[in-house]
């Protein structure tokens, strides 16, 4: 018995021993390292001028969250910060905090991640750390339901959409608070000035968290769970873009555009969540801006290309204000609709036209101060409102900076040539066409410069043109049946590229190139075309309008085009001996290509001049293909006193000849008329013994268009009988003939 007592005393001994061994090693594991600094809280607690901070703490239920692990930037007002917090909000002291205010503070101060003042300006990226380009820091805090009301103007529970055309149940749509440090400023270029632009009341030291300085000496104080920074100002969360604008009834017509472009959708996770917190048993519909629009004006996020986007960017946007609006919305947007009608019923008419209007006061960057009048809004254009002038009042809010303004941005989309079709009903299908075409994007540019002469629906219909949504594909039919070239070519007739030149009078005389390259004349305030032409039609100019990149040619029909090979308009000019192509056109018709010549005489086909392409005719005079004949370079016979062509030589050297002839009149690939817009050298038709194509050389003096041959011999183009209009070509008269060396 004693030595059975013994041994169970031996035994205990040994698990004593072991497990105090074993306790020791799990201490020494696991057990809290000497020398690690205490938690956020308990530090907050142990400098003893955080009482208020962190009874705001206590009161939203965040002491343990402070206390406990976790990795945090915690941006802690000291007690001195508060006085100025308690007067900004009209109470007494701590105690009249409500705990929904001590929520919003404790977590707007904490961001994700314990960093120290060295990376807080570095964007951690899907690749890893990009230094100095951050700016912004999520925090802890984002906005849940809030009392809204719906289209049909019903009061519901609602939850800020968090991306555009959605919401993700799983993104909170936390909210992000400035960081302003010097390694950010530099690099963006950016000032003190920028800063007190949007904070006036602050100075700024190189190191600011929104409205407040982070203390010099009081800054990367490392805790168990983070890293405190304090501050000088108790930081609340600012409002979003969409509930300032909706708090504020300067903006209220901007606002309702912007509605117009939100819908409401039941989500049944969210509400789940908001009937479970509150025993509400309401449903929540998250509001969601139509993915028309540059950017949601409600989410906190950035672009979410990655998860942290947000660091280096966030979206600007200007609100005109009521009047404003106003003003530009009879002035501009409504300019052609029926008195009486509203945005409204423009929304119900062409919704298009104000996402354009809205989305032209949108920027999808930072709008800087310093900036202002640089940086593009979201259709690409630059800030059409001024900084001094027009801007009222300033804000950083927590998705992006806000400028209320008391003018409406003129954007280029209704300012420009394209405007003057887009705005107006009257010319829809002549939209849609650009549209469909792409021509609108060069049209609707500021710093590229057109004439547009606009066709209304009836012109087009008249015609036998329609728009029919029906057919995505081919929407555009030509009496009933799809067309998609024909319209596209009658669409580049009244396109005039400008360049540097000044808008034309039409009330003079002159040639203009087309958007493809065709030309069109003008004459006392009426237009023709290688169409109107042929039907000896000239079209009426009843209003010319200035846009900010050209005028505006109201028309009284349609610029058609011919049908009619080259061959055929130099016969209408060359068939009477009186008429001015007479001699060339000899040669050419009987230059057939069934005696080895080039010309078809029944369908007028030039070899080598082909359908879609452009091209230039030198028709020499009377007089100068009989010098042709005397110099040997067409066949005919000559006394010093005559001259008598062979227009019809049948031996294969004179149809040879006669052949080089005419190609090396003609100009390949382009089209050249007498307003000296184009001079150089060009390639002809013709081609030598080797295979060299021969060209001419184009110049322009004193109002003359002069031809230089490859022999140096110069030929004056003759006005009156020039610039004739045919397919995708001119046909200009010449003093002398162009000679080559085959």
Same mark, same amino acid.
């Given at each position: ?5 013994? /041994? ?10 072991? @497990? ?31 009482? $208020? ?15 406990? =692990? ?66 912004? #820091?999520?925090? *802890? ?8 009301? $719906? ?22 749509? $936390? ?15 950016? @000032? ?50 969409? #509930? ?18 939100? =819908? ?13 917190? @509150? ?45 404003? *609006?106003?003003?530009?919305?009879? $002035? ?39 900036? !202002? ?12 409102? /001024? ?35 887009? &705005? ?9 066409? &650009? ?37 995505? %594909? ?19 007739? +009244? ?25 069109? #004349? ?23 309008? %200035? =846009? ?20 055929? +308009? ?31 005489? %029944? @369908? ?13 005719? !030198? ?45 090396? +009149? ?19 038709? &013709? ?11 184009? %110049? ?18 003759? &006005? ?11 046909? +200009? ?10």
């Amino acid at each position: 018995m004693k030595r059975s007592i013994q /041994s169970l005393l031996c035994f205990l001994v040994v698990v004593l021993l072991f @497990t105090s061994c074993r306790k020791k090693e799990w201490d020494d594991y696991y057990g809290r390292p000497e020398g690690l600094a205490e938690p956020i809280y308990q530090q907050l607690q142990a400098k003893g001028n955080f009482i $208020n901070f962190l009874a705001l703490a206590d009161k939203a239920g965040y002491k343990d969250a402070l206390s406990g =692990s976790g990795s945090w930037t915690l941006f802690a007002p000291n007690d001195a910060a508060f006085p100025a917090f308690f007067q900004e909000n009209g109470i007494s002291g701590i105690a009249d905090v409500s705990e929904e205010l001590a929520t919003k503070v404790v977590r707007y101060s904490m961001t994700y991640d314990g960093e120290q003042s060295s990376r807080l300006s570095d964007y951690l990226s899907r690749t890893g750390w990009i230094e100095n380009t951050a700016f912004r #820091r999520r925090t *802890v805090y984002y906005d849940f339901v809030y009392d809204d009301k $719906n289209a049909a103007g019903t009061s519901i529970k609602a939850i800020a959409g968090n991306r555009l055309g959605g919401y993700l149940s799983n993104d909170f749509n $936390n909210k992000n608070i400035p960081i302003f440090q010097t390694a950010f400023t530099d690099l963006v270029k950016v @000032t003190a000035d920028d800063y007190k632009v949007f904070y006036p009341n602050s100075d700024y030291i190189g190191f600011n968290i929104g409205p407040a300085k982070v203390l010099a000496d009081q800054q990367d104080i490392v805790a168990e769970n983070g890293v405190i920074h304090v501050v000088d100002k108790v930081l609340v969360p600012p409002l979003s873009v969409d #509930r300032y604008i909706a708090s504020n009834d300067q903006y209220k017509v901007f606002r309702g555009l912007l509605n117009k472009f939100a =819908s409401y959708s039941a989500n049944a996770d969210v509400t789940h969540r908001y009937q479970v917190l @509150t025993g509400n048993s309401d449903s929540v519909y998250a509001k969601i801006y139509s993915a028309s629009l540059a950017f949601p004006v409600n989410s906190e996020n950035f672009l979410k290309e990655d998860a942290n986007d947000a660091q280096i960017s966030s979206f600007s946007i200007i609100a005109p204000t009521d009047a404003a *609006v106003n003003t530009y919305a009879a $002035n501009v947007l409504l300019k052609y609709y029926p008195a009486g009608t509203t945005l409204d019923n423009l929304f119900q008419l062409n919704p298009g036209i104000l996402s354009n209007f809205v989305n032209s006061h949108m920027y999808s960057t930072p709008l800087w101060a310093s900036k !202002f009048a640089t940086t593009t809004n979201s259709q690409g254009e630059l800030t059409h409102v /001024s900084l001094a002038a027009d801007v009222i009042e300033k804000k950083a809010l927590s998705n992006g900076f806000f400028y209320g303004t008391n003018k409406a941005q003129d954007a280029n989309i209704f300012s420009t040539v394209y405007g003057n079709a887009y &705005l107006n009903p009257t010319y829809s299908i002549m939209t849609k066409a &650009l549209n469909y075409y792409g021509f609108y994007i060069s049209l609707k540019t500021a710093t590229l410069r057109y004439g547009l002469i606009l066709v209304s629906d009836a012109e087009l219909m008249k015609m036998g043109f329609a728009y029919d949504a029906y057919y995505p %594909t081919a929407p555009f039919r030509y009496n009933g049946a799809a067309d998609n070239v024909m319209l596209k070519r009658i669409m580049d007739t +009244h396109i005039i590229p400008l360049g540097a030149r000044a808008a034309p009078n039409f009330a003079g005389e002159g040639v203009l190139e087309t958007n493809n390259g065709e030309y069109i #004349r003008y004459k006392g305030n009426q237009l023709s075309s290688s169409g109107t032409m042929d039907n000896n039609l000239t079209i009426p100019i009843s209003s010319v309008s %200035t =846009s900010s990149n050209g005028p505006a040619i109201y028309a009284g029909g349609a610029l058609t085009y011919t049908n009619l090979l080259v061959g055929k +308009h130099i016969e209408k000019y060359g068939t009477l001996p009186t008429d001015p192509f007479y001699y060339f056109f000899q040669y050419l018709k009987n230059n057939l290509g069934t005696k080895g010549g080039i010309y078809n005489a %029944t @369908t007028g086909e030039i070899t080598g001049v082909s359908l879609g392409i452009n091209y230039t005719v !030198f028709v020499p005079s009377k007089e100068a293909i009989e010098q042709a004949v005397r110099d040997g370079k067409l066949p005919g016979a000559f006394t010093a006193t005559t001259v008598t062509p062979n227009f019809n030589p049948t031996d294969a050297t004179g149809i040879s000849n006669v052949t080089r002839f005419i190609q090396y +009149h003609i100009l390949n690939k382009n089209s050249i008329a007498t307003d000296g817009q184009k001079t150089g050298r060009y390639e002809t038709l &013709l081609k030598n013994t080797d295979g060299d194509i021969l060209g001419l050389t184009i %110049t322009y003096e004193l109002n003359n268009l002069k031809v230089t041959d490859m022999n140096g011999g110069v030929a004056q183009v003759v &006005l009156s009988n020039s610039n004739v209009l045919s397919n995708r070509t001119l046909i +200009h008269q010449i003093s002398s003939y162009l000679k080559f060396t085959y």
